[in-house]
């Protein structure tokens, strides 16, 4: 759902994100459940807004990650939870970082939906271990490596 910014640049953005939710489930080991979640695109206001109630950080950022708890007995695809992106952060990350918007939006999603399931970056372990399923998805897509300029 688009709640401001300016999205309409990005073209079939709802498309774009189920392709790579869809990448990052098949490099996971929950490959084979029915899952859903729900994405928000947003401006960096709003996610400013979320950043600084559910994480205290008083600025905005490029994607938060919801997770939502397991439904016992709940029947049909599991909610994994909600994904937030910002425009104006990821507009500017991407030409910072000369890469696509489209590139950088779909590893974004496939960075949350990870988060969605638990992986995380905040020791070295986890992140080489995130990184790695997130290249392996964008690969997928046919996308580069987003984590390649930065190692050399």
């Known amino acids: 759902m688009i709640e401001a910014g300016d999205w309409d640049r990005l073209a079939d953005a709802e498309a774009l994100a189920q392709k790579a939710a869809e990448a990052a489930l098949a490099v996971t080991y929950e490959a084979d459940g ?18 600084r109630t559910w994480r205290g950080k008083d600025k905005p950022t490029n994607v938060l990650s919801f997770p ?17 992106l910002a425009y104006e952060t990821l507009v500017r990350e991407s030409e910072e ?3 696509e918007l ?13 988060h969605l399931l638990g992986y995380d970056h905040e020791v070295e372990a ?17 996308i580069a ?7 050399a």
Do not use: W
Request: proline share 5%; net charge negative; aromatic share 4%.
């Open 68 to 84: 939502a708890p397991e439904q016992p007995g709940a029947t049909g695809p599991r909610h994994l939870g909600d994904i937030a």
């Open 102 to 114: 489209a590139h950088h939006f779909a590893h974004l999603i496939v960075h949350g939906v990870l």
């Open 145 to 151: 490596d987003p984590y390649r300029d930065m190692a």
């Open 34 to 51: 029915a899952f859903e979640a729900s994405v928000m695109l947003a401006d960096d206001a709003q996610i400013r807004d979320l950043n």
């Open 126 to 142: 986890e992140a080489e271990i995130m990184e790695a399923l997130e290249v392996k998805a964008l690969a997928t897509l046919g």
């Open 97 to 99: 970082e000369s890469k």
